[in-house]
């Protein structure tokens, strides 16, 4: 077995919040400088960078889970991977079908587009990607399940646009394949406050939205390798496979 070093939680140049150096080639760097072994593509209701990230960072042997933070219908934020970009395509199609006709104002929010490697435009949304969704919580994560995808409510301790600050509580239903949490809140204090069994799987990212935020924060993964079936042995803490609680 090996130990990965995995930030999951990045957004691009997409995302109308990030930094517009948060190219696919940027990204890649800061990533192999953090030694980085894993990161997760994330942008705001959009998977549309992903493939292009994938692309880049497979040319230094660097691992991508294409994903997604969703905001659902409650403006609670979401994490969501997929295996393949066959299920990632059919997931954005969902996403189009219940993100609002909000149009972007580019003076207010920033630009957001799709960049190539070499950093020309190759497609630009329209629609305000930092808008709610129009299903709830439990329909985007069974979407995601329908797709084989791993779900993961996002820094799930904030005063914004987490579980906690929208809902005040985990819904005992809700089935999370793991939650993320910010600095700012030990797992075991979070555990306790929320009822939640004590082998409740925890992970930590930076949620980069500038290329110097990359790996601050960072989940460790003992697997075999970091291809994405892995991931979810370790999520489930099967066959060996863990994730290292931090």
Known sequence: MNVFKADLHIHTI????????????????????QHLDIIG?????????CEIVIREASKVGLMVYPGVEVTTKEEIHCLAFF???N???LFQAHIDQYLPAIKNDTALFGYQVV???????????ERLLISALQIGIDKVEQIVHQLNGIF????????????????????????????ELSRHMETATFI???????????????DAHMPEQ??????????ESPEFNEFILALNGLSGRKVISQ
């Open 14 to 33: 997409l995302s109308p919040c990030a930094s517009l150096e948060m190219s696919p080639v940027n990204i890649v760097r800061k990533a192999l400088e």
């Open 115 to 125: 960049i190539d490697e070499n950093e020309n435009i190759v497609y630009e949304e």
């Open 214 to 223: 990359i790996g601050e924060q960072f989940t460790q993964l003992y697997m």
């Open 83 to 85: 295996s393949s970009l």
């Open 192 to 206: 306790s406050q929320n009822r939640l069994k004590s082998d409740t799987v925890i992970i930590r990212n930076s």
């Open 87 to 89: 299920e990632l395509s």
């Open 152 to 179: 993961i409510p996002a820094h799930v301790n904030k005063s914004k646009n987490s579980l906690i600050s929208q809902l005040g509580f985990v819904p005992p239903s809700l089935k999370a394949d793991a939650f």
């Open 41 to 49: 593509v994330t942008d705001h209701n959009s998977t549309r960078q």
